[in-house]
């Protein structure tokens, strides 16, 4: 029926390939982010450092706990702040009325599975979103780790986690003939510190935390620019977004000036968490937009005929040839007539 509400449609695959394909495809991200972050099954790279190199001597910190910004409030807030978002907006858009100009493009109708089972637009809509935010959540995590075991770039703060033997390694120590770092340590068992602590060293590159943050910012900025209907005011949403963007830019610069990551690191983990971010909104879940209730895509040729067209004025009411009269009202007679010559 065109323009009216989409018919239900019967589906008995999307209960099993929700249950056998989507839910084992995030047990596996989630198990491997899971062995990437917690467990030593792949092994962190073991970089070499030069002597006495500043770049790396700064002091410690202390433990992630005890940081301004530490891991259970990130996790908390890009846990929490997505998911009331997609929320709160899924919820006003079910329940508020939609302009008549929206209906042939929402065009979703609700999917009934075997005899119990009814699958409304909204619900579909809800758990495609977090469960694709979901997805790439733990994607992020996956990829973020997996560049800090592969790389094993120190920490601002390495070597005095380190504390590495100078005079065991041959490093003589700085003098005004020899201002910089002259050898390179590529030694592994260099270091006579904590190896827990080492080991949590080497993994500076990319920054889990930026990534992270970057990721539920721009997934939720999106959402909230492509979803979100203010009439009135062009400034609500860019207010809305930026006011998102802040605090992701704060956790990458305390994580800077607690000498936890370089600015590298932290570029790094933006850079990854905004294009896992913008990779998932606009190829899998297309900028959350509904398909179309045929579910076929038109050719160009097809959607040429549903492009706005401007009628000609001759063709809106059509008369005959013969009483087509001058602008002044004047009969004009549809052929020129020859007078009659008396003879």
């Known amino acids: 029926m065109a323009g009216g509400r989409p018919q239900p449609k019967r589906s008995f695959s999307i209960i099993p390939c929700f249950v056998f394909v989507e839910s084992v495809l995030l047990g596996i991200v989630v198990l491997l982010a899971y062995r990437l972050e917690f467990t030593d099954t792949f092994p962190v790279h073991t970089q070499g450092f030069f002597c006495y190199d500043s770049t790396y001597a700064k002091p410690y910190p202390g433990p992630?706990?005890?940081?301004?910004?530490p891991p259970a409030l990130i996790y908390a807030l890009v846990t929490a702040?997505?998911?009331?978002?997609?929320l709160l907006g899924e919820l006003a858009r079910a329940f508020s009325p939609a302009p008549p100009s929206a209906i042939p493009i929402i065009g979703e109708s609700t999917i009934v599975s075997g005899a119990c089972c009814r699958f409304s637009p909204p619900l579909r809509r809800l758990v495609r979103f977090l469960g694709v935010y979901s997805f790439g959540l733990f994607t992020t995590t996956?990829?973020?780790n997996a560049g800090q075991v592969v790389t094993g770039?120190?920490?601002?703060?390495?070597?005095?986690v380190c504390r590495p033997n100078y005079t065991a390694l041959g490093c003589p120590p700085p003098s005004p003939d020899r201002p910089g770092p002259d050898r390179f340590v590529t030694d592994q068992g260099a270091c006579a510190g904590s190896p827990s602590l080492v080991a949590a060293a080497r993994r500076a590159f990319p920054c889990k935390d930026a990534a992270l943050?970057?990721?539920?910012?721009?997934?939720t900025a999106m959402y909230v620019t492509l979803v979100f209907r203010v009439k009135g005011s062009r400034l609500v949403k860019p207010s809305l977004c930026l006011a998102l963007l802040c605090p992701a830019f704060l956790v990458g610069v305390v994580r800077v000036a607690e000498y936890r990551n370089h600015w590298s690191d932290v570029l790094a983990g933006f850079l990854t968490g905004a294009a896992i971010a913008t990779f998932l909104v606009t190829c899998v879940v297309h900028n959350f937009q509904s398909r179309r209730p045929s579910g076929r895509r038109l050719s160009p040729w097809e959607d040429l005929?549903?492009?706005?067209?401007m009628d000609s004025p001759l063709e809106?009411?059509?008369r005959p040839a013969g009483r087509i009269r001058h602008r002044h009202g004047s009969p004009?007679?549809?052929?020129?007539?020859?007078?009659a010559v008396a003879t």
């Open 142 to 144: 996956i990829f973020a």
């Open 81 to 86: 702040g997505p998911t009331l978002t997609i």
């Open 332 to 339: 004009h007679p549809s052929r020129r007539t020859v007078p």
């Open 305 to 309: 005929g549903q492009a706005p067209t």
């Open 153 to 160: 770039n120190p920490t601002p703060h390495f070597l005095s």
């Open 213 to 219: 943050c970057a990721y539920a910012v721009t997934y």
């Open 316 to 318: 809106k009411n059509p």
């Open 64 to 69: 992630e706990a005890a940081s301004r910004v």
